[in-house]
């Protein structure tokens, strides 16, 4: 809820609730829908039971505990990167079971390219939450990494995960290419089947990194001779590929796809958890004013939500008989709106709605009070920043809230049309039957739900109608007039 005690930090309650400059300007109104909406606000999880067994099938409460491990506790950075991280580790792993896929008519081809550019995309993410790591004067600094670019450097001898070489030049500098023990990249990189897919994530990992003072320590080149995240402390592999059976493989179901669509929930999760980290960060930036840091990780929640989209994608590869029996025999059946799948995800519904109640600080982004009796005190203030650009992080900023709300409607967009697709339009509607849009049909209604943001929407709407009224009143026309 917005605090009205603000009063000594923000502008007075004495604003006219019309600008002069506006009252011979045409009247502009935005009609409202008749059809009973469902909010974000209202928004709730799927039933406890459908919850449960969807975090039971994707072993959520153990990827939780490796998420939420503190083990560099004076890294703050480290609850935003370790679940990322793991996201990324999880990539590896289904890469792995992808290519190794027997059945003739699996489309290989395109599972290549859609993986390559998943992995490649969250890697872009990973160096973008390093470098504003690095950036904070708060967390710069306190990345656990190892440092073998000198000669105080120091590796096993008998390990050939580190390459050494030196760099020509007058320094004559020694550089290693530390690569981990227990990461699955490196492994694939040795691979004939997937060497290619892994070569290039190597060199988008060298490419991605290179504004920041480490690198990931994955087996990139590191022609920077850049110290290396210590990423098997932080993203510990070996813990985390113990959980990459489900509990339903002691089902004996027989079916490849089982594999598919338990890999692609866990990376799923991964970065959903990853997105509440960011929101909470987010709301402790804005309350700080940190307006510059809070308009970067908006932009950044902006990019997850649209990776959530190309995660969610992946399921249009999967084999359409050997999916629809693998849900039959999973029990997967949706009976009502509130019951399809990404409802059973408690965190998707917490992060959209979190998402949503960025509104909330828009007043205090614009240091206005909202006004008791709903006059447009905020749109006023919006105008007056747009206009005169005094304080244009805080312009920044809130253009970063409203592309977040844009990356939520698509990502809710995009998942009607999966469903569809996928499933067939019975189960996108809950088994009622698919007749368009309607009262009852929950994801299309996130989508179409009013502007998260009404006042923003309105001083923009006003200002362009401003322009155009200053424009006709300056043509050479009416001038002549």
């Not at 909406?37 to 999880?45: C, E, G, H, I, Q």
């Not at 510059?292 to 929640?301: G, K, M, P, Q």
């Not at 999973?330 to 995800?345: G, H, P, Q, V, Y």
């Not at 965190?347 to 205090?364: A, C, G, Q």
Request: proline share 5%.
């Amino acid at each position: 809820m917005v605090d009205l005690d603000w009063k000594t930090k923000m502008i007075s309650s004495d604003i006219p609730t019309t600008s002069p400059r506006l009252s011979n300007m045409l009247q502009i109104s935005v009609p409202s829908s008749t059809t009973p909406t469902v909010r974000v606000a209202d928004l709730s999880p799927a039933s406890e039971s459908a919850c449960s067994a969807y975090e039971h099938y994707l072993r959520l409460p153990e990827l939780k505990r490796l998420w939420s491990s503190q083990d560099v506790p004076t890294w703050r950075n480290e609850s935003i990167l370790k679940p990322a991280l793991q996201g990324l580790e999880i990539t590896f792993r289904f890469i792995s079971a992808v290519l190794s896929d027997s059945r003739p008519y699996a489309n290989r081809r395109e599972w290549r390219r859609r993986l390559e550019s998943l992995a490649t995309g969250q890697v872009e993410i990973i160096a973008l939450l390093c470098q504003e790591g690095e950036e904070d004067y708060r967390t710069r600094g306190t990345a656990p990494i190892v440092d073998l670019t000198s000669n105080s450097g120091v590796w096993v001898r008998e390990s050939s995960s580190a390459e050494v070489w030196k760099l020509t030049g007058g320094d004559n500098k020694t550089v290693v290419s530390r690569a981990s023990d227990a990461s699955l990249l490196p492994r694939l990189a040795t691979w004939q089947k997937s060497e290619d897919v892994a070569q290039k994530i190597l060199y988008s990992i060298e490419c991605e990194m290179r504004s920041c003072p480490y690198t990931l320590g994955l087996g990139e080149p590191n022609l920077s001779g850049k110290p290396s995240l210590d990423y098997d402390r932080v993203c510990k592999p070996a813990e985390l590929h113990a959980l990459k059976r489900s509990p339903s493989d002691h089902m004996n179901l027989q079916n490849s796809e089982n594999q598919t669509l338990y890999s692609v929930h866990q990376i799923l999760e991964s970065w959903i958890y990853t997105s509440g980290q960011i929101l909470k960060r987010i709301s402790d930036q804005i309350e700080e004013r940190e307006f510059e840091s809070a308009c970067s990780n908006c932009w950044l929640l902006e990019k997850i939500w649209n990776l959530l989209s190309q995660i969610e994608d992946l399921h249009l590869l999967m084999d359409p008989d050997d999916f629809l029996r693998l849900k039959n025999q999973l029990s997967i059946k949706a009976t009502s709106e509130n019951d399809l799948f990404c409802f059973r995800s408690r965190e998707l519904v917490d992060i959209t709605k979190f998402s949503k109640d960025l509104r909330h600080k828009v007043p205090f982004i614009l240091e206005v009070e909202v006004d008791p009796k709903g006059g447009p005190r905020i749109q006023e203030a919006a105008m007056e920043l747009y206009r005169r650009k005094n304080g244009f992080e805080r312009i920044h900023l809130l253009q970063g809230l409203q592309a977040v709300e844009m990356a939520v409607k698509r990502f809710y967009y995009s998942y009607k049309q999966l469903l569809v697709v996928v499933m067939g339009s019975v189960e996108a509607k809950g088994n009622k039957g698919f007749v368009g849009v309607d009262a009852g049909d929950t994801l299309a209604q996130i989508f179409l739900e009013p502007t998260y943001f009404p006042s923003l929407d309105a001083a923009k709407t006003f200002l362009g109608d401003y322009w155009s009224h200053e424009r006709r009143w300056c043509s050479p026309e009416r001038r002549r007039q």
